[in-house]
């Protein structure tokens, strides 16, 4: 089964030199055997917070994944064909750019995610289940088992 997350720009910053112990271990965790959760719009956010920066970034991990074939991309198709009923689909495009990031969390396989804004995190911890799986977002690497938790 592949060990997807998905890390949100607010988190991706993080990676720039990390002092942080824990980033580092999910740096090395994704460099070695992890798989990233991406959309053409993350990967642009990342881009526009990285300029200039291609030593320890989120952009050098991107780089790796993709020759390793560890990128678990969704396109703007397969996030459109996502639907939610009209009353919840309101609510969560009131996430506005988010909204996206929402549903590339739930079309993912593990539907599992590091978030810092709190609003972004609780709804996609608040979200119905998808596919019999409740997707899941915290925000600090070590408050998730994102090495072993399987689905």
Sequence with gaps: MIKDLFVDNNVAKNFKNPADPEYRKLMDWLFSEGHLVLTQKLLSEYLASNQGNFGQSIITIVNKLTVDGRIIKFSAEELKALTFKKKLDEKCQKLNKDYWHLKAILLS?????????????????????????????????????????MV
Aim: with cysteine.
């Design 109 to 149: 396989n593990r539907k599992m995610a590091i978030i810092i804004d709190k609003a972004f995190r609780d709804a996609v911890n608040n979200h119905p289940k998808h596919e019999g799986i409740q997707a899941c977002a915290v925000a600090r690497p070590e408050e998730i088992d994102y090495e072993n938790l």
